[in-house]
């Protein structure tokens, strides 16, 4: 969820973190056009804004005056803190951690790709096209890439690994790893 930049803090209470309202269930929500992606280094973070960022990973929902209470700073240092990490980069977006079987998708697998080298750009982009695809990451190791789905049921993976996967050119060999049990870390546990 993004800043909302339209409302400076004012002390009206009428500031919150908000999206735009297009977002869908579970989208996240990105950082601004044109943050930097590594071209410039983010400046230091001092331990006001790990606090920050650790209360935001754990509820991104919190407003701007709860963060500011939790962290001891005034709420116009908070929201200065929390748009300078977004605008640096280093926040990226806000999302929803999502309950997959509960929304619809019981079945979930980390799959490991083997690929044709100079290839992961291509790959990248078709895997993430995929339905249920919500985690892509270039690895070394064994294997080259690895991907997180979601589906419906087992069925539905099955046809989403041996007829989209592979049928991509660039891959070479495919390795289905279910998940039985998963916890998301940094979270509130009673969330």
């Known amino acids: 969820m993004a800043v909302d930049r339209s409302a400076a803090p004012d002390g009206d209470g009428g500031d919150e973190l908000r999206g735009t309202g297009s977002e869908g269930p579970g989208e996240a929500l990105s950082?601004?056009?044109?943050?930097?992606?590594?071209?410039?280094?983010?400046?230091?973070?001092?331990?006001?804004?790990?606090?920050i960022l650790r209360l935001l990973q754990t509820d991104g929902r919190a407003s701007?005056?709860?963060?500011?209470?939790?962290?001891?700073?005034?709420?116009?240092?908070?929201?200065?803190?929390?748009?300078?990490?977004i605008d640096d980069g280093v926040i990226?977006?806000?999302?929803?951690?999502v309950n997959h079987e509960?929304?619809?998708?019981?079945?979930?697998?980390?799959?490991?790709l083997k690929i044709v080298q100079?290839?992961?750009?291509?790959?990248?982009?078709?895997l993430g096209a995929l339905p249920g695809a919500t985690h892509i990451a270039l690895v070394s190791g064994d294997f080259d890439v690895l991907l997180l789905v979601h589906t419906p049921d087992n069925r539905t993976l099955r046809e989403l690994v041996?007829?989209?996967?592979?049928?991509?050119?660039?891959?070479?060999?495919?390795?289905?790893?279910l998940v039985f049990e998963e916890t998301d870390l940094n979270t509130d546990p009673h969330a």
């Open 31 to 51: 950082a601004p056009v044109g943050t930097p992606t590594g071209a410039v280094p983010a400046r230091p973070l001092d331990a006001i804004d790990r606090d």
């Open 64 to 85: 701007v005056r709860s963060v500011a209470e939790r962290v001891h700073v005034s709420r116009a240092n908070a929201y200065a803190r929390i748009n300078r990490l």
């Open 92 to 97: 990226r977006g806000f999302s929803a951690r």
């Open 102 to 112: 509960r929304a619809g998708h019981g079945a979930s697998a980390y799959i490991t």
């Open 118 to 126: 100079n290839s992961w750009r291509t790959v990248r982009e078709q």
């Open 162 to 177: 041996l007829t989209r996967i592979q049928a991509i050119p660039e891959v070479l060999s495919t390795r289905t790893l």
